[in-house]
Nanobody, 117 residues
């Protein structure tokens, strides 16, 4: 069983920055596909960014050039650096881990990001 604990959310003004962290339990973190998703009120959960075990990344078009996902396998942690935040970035952000060996999906509890204008 993998547990994911997010941190770093909060209230920020438009144009500001936040860094989210997601710490994972488990000894095979390095093989997981890690991702950040977000869900705003009344909307579906959407992928924001993902990083493979090899470090390849992909981003939603809406955050390209502003957000950066990274991982530190030694610390079992994935990060999401969010810059130039916009009101529409406000949402609950969820960390996701996919274990390709067992084809298992894990989710964190979510962290709220609020962007004030």
């Amino acid at each position: 069983q993998v547990q994911l604990v997010e941190s770093g959310g909060g209230l920020v003004q438009v144009g500001g920055s936040l860094r989210l962290s997601c710490a994972a339990s488990g000894s095979i973190f390095s093989i997981y596909l890690m991702g950040w998703y977000r869900q705003a009120p009344g909307k579906q959960r959407e992928l924001v960014a993902a990083v493979t075990s090899g470090g390849s990344t992909n981003y939603a078009d809406s955050v390209k050039g502003r957000f950066t996902i990274s991982r530190d396998n030694a610390k079992n942690t994935v990060y999401l650096q969010m810059n130039s935040l916009k009101p529409e970035d406000g949402a609950v952000y969820y960390c996701n881990a996919f274990d390709p060996t067992h084809r298992a999906d894990y989710w964190g509890q979510g962290t709220q990001v609020t962007v004030s204008s």
